[in-house]
């Protein structure tokens, strides 16, 4: 059993997923950043891999993933950053980043480097789950590592049910349609949320895009097992510039201190 399945098989509700952009707010944060948020009890970590154009994401991560290349992040310095990963926390981490950097790096090498270091597993955006299945899937499972999907209120039930006969771990529950950013209620989103919950789903959901405070973090845990929280810690960095101080505004901001 993987972590990310022993954390879902321990902990049903209430889980908090924090991402951050390597190589961000400085090129060495990187360690610091998976640090402080394990220690914090986060429950398991997102590293955002810096892309030029990141599609799905808002200003904040964009302005997040600009700056990280300014600094001199790639694929291979990210690695290098993390191969002492695991002796400084066993809390799942997972690697969400954009298909073309990956395949720059070549796909297996990817795989095989976040096998080495302890990763988990990966979200791939921009890549489609047929292609993912036919062609690059194989290859993860060589290296015991999962791709975790993502569902919108657009999707139809039929797709969504695919996707979770398909996944194993989690499906990433993203609130709207648009791209990443801080929400103040998710009033307008309990529909999809409840129709999501009624579809009984063999994996747990997790919900992203959005959450920025104690109502939208409760809103998200009470329709499904937790929170995927981004850019809310990346404005938490920069209102403090300090990481330490920034994960506690953040959780302070959740409800969670």
Known sequence: MNRINKLFAEKKKGVLSVYFTAGYPTLDSTMENLIELSNAGVDFIEVGVPFSDPLADGPVIQHSCQKALENG???????EQLKDLRQHTQ????????????LQFGFENYCKKSKEVGVDGFIIPD???GEYLSDFKPIAEKY???????????????????????????????????????????ASQEAYFDRIQAMNLKNPTMVGFGISNKATCDSACSHSSGAIVGSAYIKAIEETSN?????????????RK
């Open 73 to 79: 992040m790639s694929v291979r310095k990210m690695f």
């Open 91 to 102: 809390v799942p981490v997972i690697l969400m980043g954009y298909i073309n950097p990956i």
């Open 127 to 129: 890549l489609p789950l």
């Open 144 to 186: 015991e590592l999962e791709c975790f999907n993502l569902i919108t209120p657009a999707t139809s039930d039929e797709r969504i049910r695919f996707i979770d006969s398909v996944s194993n771990g989690f499906i990433y529950m993203v609130s709207s349609t648009s791209t990443t950013g801080p929400q103040s209620s998710f």
């Open 243 to 255: 990481i330490k101080q920034a994960v506690d505004l953040l959780l302070t901001q959740l409800g």
